[in-house]
């Protein structure tokens, strides 16, 4: 497939690593209508392993309460009209789908994207209904129906802080004219979209023994809210990059990254590690980090 000039290759699309943005903060930012969703180079790829899980694992990766379909409409309605407002962008989306599939599947077919409703309830937002094929080590049968609050339970930093209070303001206060986003960063040492379990990295070893970053993908997650206008239920999307470690060797840029990875990883809190399955091989993923990190002080160092 050739793919679109308007559609990017990866890998390294989205860097919030990169230092501009900071571990477990909310750190959204406005983007445009035009840029709401997106479709790279591994679009036809993704939507084909979409749906098998879809045919496989129906119950796994889509739940709905009963009176969403209302809104999973809305959704769907909203997000087709996107496509077809940027037809070199989704010319391979799919456009036929199962006429019994619920509205919400029939949209999450033709994207890249998780797709997530969210509406408001007693005990604030919960999860009311969602197409969820690429999880990052949860479960939608677990978290369906819950609220924020019980969803980010092991979330650290998020429930009795600041950053609890200041999402449920958020979503009680977006307009439907908003757009906003948000990214956060992962480790995994396989490049599999669909990710419900828990999981603790295991880095190899180069042949002299030093730690080594073959295997390892950096899992980046690139979210998106928007406040449906007729149901007022909140359209949350999440779009998975996962990008091969080894390849800041390459990428002019991969130094200056690796370094502020690094950075990052070691200055996660105890919890926040153990959360992103990094406890026990941080300190080799640090060095293994560092080695890339000095070739932007020093060129030369990686062949010394």
């Known amino acids: 497939m050739t793919v679109p000039p308007s559609r990017p290759l990866p890998p390294f699309l989205h860097t919030p690593y990169d230092g501009s943005k900071q571990p477990f903060s909310v750190g959204l930012e406005p983007i445009t209508p035009e840029t709401w969703l997106e479709a790279d180079g591994h679009f036809v790829r993704d939507v084909a392993y979409k749906k098998r899980l879809l045919a496989d694992r129906r119950d796994k990766v889509f739940q709905a309460l009963p009176d969403t379909l209302a809104a999973q409409t809305e959704a769907r309605d909203l997000i087709l009209a ?163 470690l080894p390849l800041l060797e390459q990428h002019p840029n991969g130094p200056v990254w690796a370094a502020s990875l690094r950075e990052q990883l070691l200055g996660l809190t105890p919890q926040q590690a153990a959360y992103k399955g990094l406890t026990h091989h941080r300190p080799a993923l640090a060095e293994a980090l560092e080695a890339i990190a000095r070739r932007a002080v020093h060129p030369d160092a990686a062949a010394t």
């Open 82 to 244: 996107h496509l077809a407002g940027r037809p070199e962008a989704f010319a391979d989306a799919p456009v036929t789908s199962d006429p019994d599939d619920a509205p919400l599947i029939q949209a999450a077919r033709r994207v890249q994207e998780d797709l997530v409703l969210m509406r408001k309830g007693p005990d604030g937002y919960l999860l009311a209904a969602a197409c969820l094929c690429f999880p990052s080590s949860w479960s939608l049968l677990e978290k369906f129906g819950k609220s924020m609050h019980d969803i980010h339970v092991n979330v650290p930093d998020f429930n009795g802080a600041r950053m609890g209070n200041v999402v449920a303001r958020i979503f009680d206060n977006l307009r439907p004219e908003q757009l906003v986003a948000r990214y956060n960063w992962s480790i995994y040492d396989d490049d599999d979209l669909h990710h419900p379990q828990p999981k603790q990295i295991d880095p190899q070893l180069t042949g002299d023994g030093a730690p080594s970053l073959i295997g390892l993908h950096v899992r980046v997650e690139r979210q998106t809210l928007r406040r449906l206008p007729e149901s007022g239920d909140i359209l949350f999307t999440i779009k998975v990059h996962h990008d091969p």
